[in-house]
């Protein structure tokens, strides 16, 4: 039990892509030192070797709000708990929650948050494609459950005038499917069809699926929420079927 | 001597943010397997530990093109060399560069270019300062160098008007300093002078220095080439000290 603060400590802790070897040893230490593990399921069961003897807090792929309330309620009796996420717990993990959440309650407000970053999808698929994020970039979810799709489609169509390389987190899912269709045509619409895109399912791994090509012939199908989808920009080419956005170095 | 393809390969590595404890072991995997190891000297220090009895090609800052150069002429001669880079070799890093290369010069063609993520500035920065990236964000160099500043303001236009939190990377400099009193003019003028802003130097490395406060209050001197700035959305507020970004689980 680690009780040094006396307050209670949440750690968010990313633990990167799927690949063991891209989660930073700063997250592992994390695991080690919680009194409790926190997260949806299936990222608890990719730490399932650091949690022996530790109280386990797994709930299902939404039930976000309620997750952080039991970490909280854990933390507020004094120990440490570490909330696990996919990639960086910062980006559109759990972190803010856990911080808005001690100052929504009472009785969590003296609990400590600490984030531990850890490598991000947009960057574990750029890595997988070539080198897509040379420069400029959006990262952009197309999950309309908290974010009114009318401003999802204002920020694509900001980056697309703008020529930002484009990252979209969480695409497609069997029941929404029209904003990636959307997306799709505002980035068809600027780079025109032989604009660059890259896919990468399962970033980084198991069953990791990478794949490079032209806006006409992006396979829209096989999007899904485990793909991450990115969009160059007008200076990203195509060079021996890797992606690659150039940051002008070379001028002609 | 790694010769197994027989046609050379670099591996562009991110070491991520100066603390060694984010470093992915596949980073320290790829540098211990490396015949040579390449890099901004300040970067290969880093490593000092693992390259006793490798080769090392270090460079100064600005000599991207060279070191690009001399590791895919070790490379081509079917070398394995770790192209070190801090934060992720694919975000503004060296990995764009070395594939671009392997198409440029007939010498270099096959070379192989892997890229091993890293933490990048933007997440270790927003770990540090709260949870600034809960929601859709632009990640935006101010260094003019190679892209135009007219697009680089276009772009910070474009990300202010669509309500995206927006990171700066290389934001001021001794010489530049003009493009980082726009930059924070056009979130003013969005956010109005109680928008929230994060400032991080040196992110999670030695000497880290971290603020957050409001726009009318930044402390523009204080802004260098070691520091990433964050602008925050309608959406981002001040807890406790820390920089958070609501994702709308409460609509009160």
Redo the contacts between chains.
Sequence with gaps: MDKSSGKGLVL?V?L??G?P??????AL?AIKRADVIAGYSKYVERVAGYVEGKRIISTGMTK??ERCEEALKEAAQGLTVAMVCSG??????M??????M???EQAFKDVE?E??????AA??A???L????????????LSDL??PSE??L??L???A????VCVLYNPRSNSRRELFDKALSIFKAKLGPDGVYGMVRNA?GEGEEVRAGRLAELPVDEVDMSTVVLFGNAQTRL??G?M???????RD
Tied chains: 1, 2.
Aim: some cysteine.
């Design positions: 968010a990313g990167g892509p690949d070897s891209l989660t930073a040893p700063k230490e976000e709000v960086d717990a910062g980006v559109y993990g972190a803010g929650l856990l911080i808005e001690t100052a929504r948050i984030v531990v970053p850890g490598i991000t960057t574990a750029a890595a997988s070539g080198a897509p994020l040379m420069n400029d970039f959006s990262v952009i979810s908290l974010t401003l999802i204002k920020r169509e900001a980056a005038a703008s020529d930002m980084c060079i021996d890797k690659v956005t150039l940051r002008g170095y070379f």
